[in-house]
């Protein structure tokens, strides 16, 4: 695994905490120390021999096992103790990486987890539509509030596994289930008609669609999504998740 994969392994475990902060010693006979630190208390530490300007010697100390965080970590116990929940050490060395790019690399990984901020609501419970008229409704159970701490452009996926009832008497018209997304109770976009789920008779399929709104305010919003039909008759829906990224513009 090389020094990119490592730091991505630390930034995609410990992006759910906060804010991440990366920060470098100065420089020694030994080399230099870079580390990110989590507001949980772990550290992802980079140890560095250079010459030159260069970093002839990578060190990366760590836990061996992959279900662990990152190798390079080190946990709230003691500056001695390196590693988590007692991990077996090892280590890894790249050749001629220079300092100014492991720098950037530090950084950007910093910033990636104050950037992106992500809620979902996952469900396997059955909600039912049995309104004949087809008015739009809010689904049962399949509404988010989030709170952000920044500005942001907010991607909204919903994905449901549904099915709806035959015409009675049968007809050539086939139902349909309409979908729409609203925040704070406005649409989201594109909202020039809803997203048409046209899911089989009887039994079953699933279905997305992913809608985005730009220039959210920080702070607490509700995410809910309505349904309605046309040609209505009834229909069902489960296994449905609802996730909102936030992304810092």
């Known amino acids: 695994m090389n020094l990119a994969a490592y730091v991505e392994e630390f930034v995609t475990l410990h992006r759910g905490h906060g804010s991440l ?5 100065e420089p020694t006979p030994n080399g230099y120390r870079l580390e990110i630190a989590c507001p949980c208390g772990v550290t992802f530490e980079l140890t560095c021999a250079s010459e030159e300007g260069a970093l002839d010697n990578f060190t990366l100390a760590g836990p061996s096992s992959l279900h662990r965080a990152s190798l390079g970590v080190r946990d709230p116990v003691g500056p001695a103790r390196r590693g988590t929940m007692g991990g077996a050490m090892q280590s890894t060395k790249v050749r ?25 609501l996952a469900t396997s419970s059955t909600a039912q539509y049995m309104n004949s008229s087809g ?7 399949t509404a988010l509030t ?10 909204i996926t919903f994905s449901a596994r549904g099915a709806v009832a035959a015409p009675t008497p049968p007809a050539t018209q086939t139902p349909i289930v309409f979908i729409k997304c609203q925040i704070d109770g406005n649409a989201c976009q594109p909202d020039v ?4 789920f046209l899911y089989p008779q009887f039994c079953c399929d699933t279905r997305a669609f992913t809608w985005v709104v730009q220039n959210v305010s920080a702070g607490q919003h509700t995410v809910a999504i309505l ?7 009834s229909a069902s829906v489960s296994n449905r998740t609802l996730v909102v990224e936030a992304v810092r513009p």
């Open 21 to 25: 902060t990366a920060d470098a010693s």
């Open 135 to 141: 008015t739009f409704t809010p689904m049962p159970a």
């Open 227 to 233: 349904w309605g039909m046309g040609n209505p008759t």
């Open 146 to 155: 989030v709170n952000f701490d920044f500005g942001s452009t907010l991607i």
């Open 193 to 196: 008609n809803p997203a048409e």
């Open 96 to 120: 001629n990486i220079p300092i100014v790019a492991l720098f950037m690399l530090v950084a950007l990984a910093g910033g990636a987890c104050s950037s992106v901020a992500v809620s979902a």
